[in-house]
């Protein structure tokens, strides 16, 4: 894991100093060693930085920028098959200085192209420099564990793994995207491809970048996606025993290839199904007990600490758990805005950014769970909608009265009375009834600026047919990668510590969009097919209770405690002097909240996130 930065700067007033300071801010992502590259050529100036954390050929053998012939690499991850690429490669009498993947990966591109990226297995932000020719190639891996930036303003051209790396370029420019600002309002996390700033984007998963340096162009490119992998999907006809051996195998494969490592590893768990399998296939692989990581919470509705001793106890991990009230992470809520480079509210982040300072203590990387929910059906809400499928009908009426009168006024009241009303049907298309009464609470907050239903949205749940899989392609597309991979990249990296997903390898991504939906939910049981295998591993009394999240009651807060941040920074004065926001909109927020209407909350912790953030990083 490391931290990525560069520029082309056409008007060549760049410096080496700038290069230095845009990679060391990133110091936390690669604490173990730094490099940079700056050329001035003739119509341009370029730079290449990287920050190192030092998981595989911890030699200097392994430093960035690394070169080879006319190409110039910095790169952000790990490839986990980059030892059978690498005999490939000897085959056409490439030979190797290091025991790196960075190495395997320039070597890749110089045989192969831009092709060579479908070859690699794992999670990556890569940036090459073609001297040659002249061009720059950015590629993130398929599902978008590892961020990367870039923007094209005022003649340069600048990427990096993290915004902050962008702002501290001289002539960037930070100008608030208001479109970016309504997402964030609604979802909590901005959606790919767009950031809080004018003209600045995320590269989206799956995608890779072309920039030519000698006709200034950028083209972006799609090598892999959710969408054509589920449009493209085979169903496998093999019997439920099968496909559970064949899903064991594929674990057991990606865990192995994440155990990779020449510094020490562990797994976050939290004894649930997810984190407790790969916990479970991690040891049967390790000769000694592996290292696990739980933190809980004194406060019984918020701990889960127990289910994972329990877990623990029964593999035979060396387990490390940390106890702790609740009211001792409310600290960490002041340093979100220092590690997430835009608005971000999820606030299992600051569980997740806990558990990874516990994490740091004892290895340097740490297996997690994440992604078994979002292919495999385990959101509570996939339920919901199958419940409110049969008001369909009724769905459709309301939606035919929502044409004729306004009902937006409704408050979120009415979804408390009339719940399995709460997703609508207009033709073939499912419409978020809380869409409705956001759009009160939402059009107009952001002055100049009228909330918009994000049209990907759409996109993306007409795929199928299925109303399960509609809202599970959607997160797989928009929550898992900018929320979900986000939170974690972020948490872990501010303790310099490495997560790893072996759900979320992509052959396991393909096996489960390539098996039935009935292994997913079954006779009402989530993650059916996971469940069964992880059953396998520890018995289902240990595993069998209620699914809890890994959040903090941020609600009471601000009800409470915090509740001096409203007064801080939504009063009248502060609001009006800003002008980003409709005070007259906020009131209404403000009355909602007071009476504790759970959207107003929501919306009310979103604003105040992004007051935090505003004030770290625009004033």
């Not at 995608?207 to 162009?217: A, G, I, P, Q, V």
């Not at 290895?363 to 992604?371: I, N, Q």
């Not at 979120?412 to 009834?433: A, E, G, H, Q, R």
């Not at 005070?583 to 504790?596: A, Q």
């Amino acid at each position: 894991m490391c931290g990525i930065t560069g520029f082309c700067d056409f008007t060549k007033k760049s410096d080496k100093r700038t290069l230095i300071n845009m990679t060391d801010i990133l110091h936390h992502r690669g604490p173990d060693d730094s490099g940079y590259s700056f050329y001035k050529q003739d119509d341009f100036n370029i730079g290449l930085g990287h920050r190192r954390l030092s998981i595989l050929d911890l030699s200097s053998d392994g430093h960035q920028p690394m070169i080879f012939e006319d190409y110039e690499i910095v790169y952000n991850g790990e490839v986990y098959n980059f030892q059978e690429i690498r005999v490939e490669l000897e085959k056409y009498n490439y030979t190797f200085k290091s025991d790196s993947d960075t190495e395997v990966i320039l070597k890749s591109y110089h045989l192969w192209g831009i092709d060579s990226i479908n070859k690699f297995n794992g999670m990556f932000a890569i940036a090459i420099y073609d001297k040659k020719d002249k061009k720059l190639f950015l590629a993130r891996d398929r599902i978008g564990k590892k961020p990367l930036y870039y923007t094209f303003i005022n003649n340069t051209f600048i990427f990096a793994s993290e915004l902050k790396s962008l702002m501290i370029y001289p002539t960037f420019e930070k100008i608030i995207n208001k479109d970016a600002l309504n997402l964030f309002l609604f979802y909590g996390y901005i959606v790919a491809p767009y950031t809080i700033f004018n003209d600045c984007y995320k590269l989206e998963a799956g995608n890779y970048l072309e920039f030519n340096l000698k006709d200034r162009t950028l083209d972006i490119n799609s090598y892999w996606s959710i969408k054509k992998t589920f449009l493209n999907r085979e169903i496998i006809e093999e019997n439920e025993r099968s496909l559970l051996d064949r899903l064991d195998n594929l674990l057991t494969k990606a865990v192995r290839y994440r155990m990779i490592s020449d510094v020490p590893i562990g797994s976050f768990l939290s004894g649930g199904y997810d984190s407790s399998l790969i916990s479970a296939i991690m040891q049967k692989l390790s000769p000694t007990p592996i290292d696990t990581f739980t933190i809980g919470f004194n406060e019984k509705d918020f701990n889960e600490a127990n289910y994972a001793k329990k877990v623990a106890k029964y593999l035979g991990t060396n387990h490390h758990e940390l106890y702790l009230p609740i009211k001792d992470a409310e600290p960490l809520i002041f340093e979100i805005s220092k590690y997430y480079d835009e608005p971000f509210a999820d606030d299992s982040q600051i569980a997740t950014m806990l558990v990874s300072r516990l994490a740091k203590e004892s290895v340097t990387v740490a297996l997690s769970g994440d992604g078994g929910d979002e292919l495999f059906c385990g959101y509570s809400r996939y339920e919901s909608v199958v419940k409110q499928q049969q008001y369909k009908y009724i769905s459709k009426v309301y939606s035919k009265v929502n044409r004729l009168f306004n009902i937006d006024r409704l408050s979120s009241k009415i979804d408390k009375k009339l719940p399995k009303l709460s997703y609508m049907y207009s033709d073939d298309t499912i419409v978020n009834f809380k869409y409705l009464y956001t759009n009160l609470y939402l059009d107009g907050l952001v002055k100049d600026n009228s909330y918009k239903i994000d049209k990907k949205y759409f996109d993306i749940i007409n795929l199928s047919k299925n109303i399960q899989e509609k809202y599970m392609l959607q997160d797989m597309i928009t929550y898992l990668p900018d929320d979900i991979l986000l939170k974690v990249d972020r948490a872990s990296m501010a303790f310099s510590l490495e997560s790893r997903t072996p759900i979320l390898d992509f052959n396991i991504i393909e096996f489960s969009m390539n098996i039935p939906h009935s292994l997913k939910y079954k006779n009402g049981d989530k993650k059916y097919i996971l469940k069964r295998l992880t059953h396998q591993y520890i018995p289902k009394e240990i595993m069998d209770r209620p699914k809890k999240g890994f959040g903090v009651p941020v609600s009471n807060w601000l009800h409470t405690d915090l509740h001096y941040l409203i007064d801080c920074y939504l009063n009248y004065e502060y609001i009006l002097k800003q002008n980003i926001f409709d005070y007259e909109k906020i009131k209404v927020l403000l009355k909602g909240f007071d009476n504790r209407d759970i959207y107003s909350e929501r919306f009310i912790w979103h604003i105040i996130i992004f007051q935090l953030w505003y004030e770290e990083y625009m004033i």
